[in-house]
């Protein structure tokens, strides 16, 4: 009876009540919320699969991934393929490139709502091509490489239920479950937020023209940019809760040295710590050696599973932030210039909505840069923390078979580390924001310098660049 209360309050941590030494009482209500919990889960996560199932719903929407999560009749959760998810990714990519095609022949474009010349004319076509073709190859990487999303969730799902028990913690769904959502949300809220304003606010204007094709092609990257921001920001957050369960272990093994509490005692004596996305009971009649070898296993795994994140996500990673540096880069161009003053714009809107289009759609993709970027940052500094307590136990440790296991841990660190880059051409970490912003500076500058460079600002229905140059010619002739 005394092991199943143990095992009750490892499922649900927020309901640990601590009383005397390393015990803890239950209430009345909190048997009765265990009860209910525990034995009426409903739809709340149980296992790292139904701990994604919003996140692979919406992906599979938006046509990234052809997956979607049922429950066995043993309870566990899985990844199961769907037709339809697959007939979705294969319709999504005939039609945004067909739409490409038909755009450009055509020249139908929604900017014309706002300016149309000679440079707005380039920007709309280069972001066009950008957006369509990084699309188009976005789709096709994510159908391709669809396995690797199964091994991911595999590997996280071993850990979770074989690895991380051998050294005593539970995890805990609801917490991460919370922050996968809460990020699904923030994404899909500001899209759908931004999306909805620019649709209103062009077709309430009576002088507004658009297609549907027009729509197609300037809002269909923001649908794409958005599911693998928060696919690949809720892998991040699985992984960050791993890393900080390893190095908590380690931590609390450093914490009995030091208390020299490591001692021979019966199997059901154990410390209970209630922490966030995870329970921990350190099993204290475990061999230290035992306990480290065991983390050395769980390191390896987790490095396994951020390299085939990594492998999943890199050519997308790749493709969305060029996507996003892009489109950046424009709608600042647009926004300083009109700013500054460095033209005479024609518009059917005023410059306060011109200027708040382009800010809004600016911080949209800065967002999904952020969040990506942030989500693998963490995940980096968690792992490096690793290493520092791993070698402070080396520094504590008196036995000779400890001192060996953790300097077999410090060369396993060395040799395997977590690191998330897109195809190899640029690390994902704080450092891309000091890349983008240097990029970004250099390319705004060229871009207002050619444009007061050019004649009559590239406005109104004076000559072009090219027009002047054949009249020169024409006339030394």
């Not at 945004?96 to 755009?103: C, I």
């Not at 004596?269 to 009971?281: E, G, I, V």
């Not at 050696?289 to 790749?318: D, G, P, W």
């Not at 190899?424 to 924001?433: A, H, M, S, V």
Request: with cysteine.
């Amino acid at each position: 009876m005394s092991l199943a209360i143990h095992l009750r309050c490892e499922i649900v941590i927020p309901f640990c009540v601590f009383h005397g030494h390393n015990d803890f009482i239950e209430q009345p209500y909190t048997m009765w919320l265990l009860r209910r919990m525990v034995g009426k889960s409903g739809n709340r996560p149980h296992d790292v699969y139904t701990c994604y199932r919003l996140t692979t719903f919406m992906a599979l929407c938006l046509g990234i991934v052809p997956y979607y999560v049922t429950i066995s009749s043993e309870g566990r959760g899985k990844l199961t393929s769907s037709y339809i998810g697959y007939i979705n990714i294969i319709i999504r990519m005939a039609i945004y490139m067909g739409n490409s095609f038909y755009g450009a022949v055509n020249r139908d474009t929604l900017m014309s709502n706002f300016f149309l010349t000679d440079i707005s004319n380039v920007i709309d076509a280069l972001q066009k091509i950008n957006g369509m073709l990084g699309i188009f190859a976005i789709l096709l990487i994510s159908l391709l490489n669809r396995k690797e999303l199964l091994k991911l969730l595999a590997l996280f799902d071993g850990l979770e239920t074989e690895a991380f028990p051998r050294v005593g913690v539970a995890m805990q769904q609801v917490a991460a479950n919370k922050k996968m959502n809460r990020l699904v949300m923030i994404l899909v809220g500001s899209m759908v937020a931004y999306i909805t304003c620019s649709f209103l606010m062009i077709g309430l204007r009576d002088t507004a023209t658009f297609s549907i094709s027009a729509v197609i092609s300037y809002f269909s990257p923001h649908f794409i940019v958005c599911a693998i921001s928060f696919l690949a920001g809720n892998v991040m957050i699985k992984l960050r809760i791993y890393l900080g369960a390893l190095n908590e272990v380690l931590k609390n093994l450093a914490h009995q040295w030091d208390t020299r509490s490591l001692k021979a005692v019966t199997q059901k004596q154990r410390s209970l710590q209630c922490l966030n996305s995870f329970s921990m009971y350190t099993i204290v009649t475990k061999d230290p050696a035992e306990i480290i070898q065991e983390s050395m296993e769980i390191h390896h795994l987790i490095c396994e599973a951020a390299a085939t994140a990594n492998k999943y996500f890199t050519y997308q990673l790749l493709t969305i932030i060029s996507i996003a540096f892009l489109i950046i880069v424009f709608d600042a161009y647009y926004v300083l210039e009109t700013l500054l003053g460095k033209s005479k714009r024609e518009s059917k809107f005023k410059t306060v909505e011109f200027v708040t289009f382009f800010s809004c759609q600016m911080i949209l993709y800065l967002i999904a840069i952020i969040s990506i970027v942030e989500g693998s940052n963490r995940a980096i500094k968690k792992s490096e923390k690793t290493g520092g307590i791993v070698h402070s136990l080396l520094n504590k440790t008196k036995s000779a078979e400890v001192k060996e296991k953790l300097q077999q841990f410090s060369m396993q660190l060395m040799h395997l580390k977590i690191n998330f880059t897109a195809a190899g051409l640029f690390n994902i970490d704080r450092t891309l924001y000091f890349t983008i912003s240097g990029a970004l500076t250099t390319y705004l500058i060229i871009l207002l310098q050619f444009t007061s460079n050019s004649p009559n600002n590239g406005y109104g229905n004076g000559s072009s660049c090219c027009e002047t140059f054949n009249n020169m010619t024409n006339h030394t002739l």
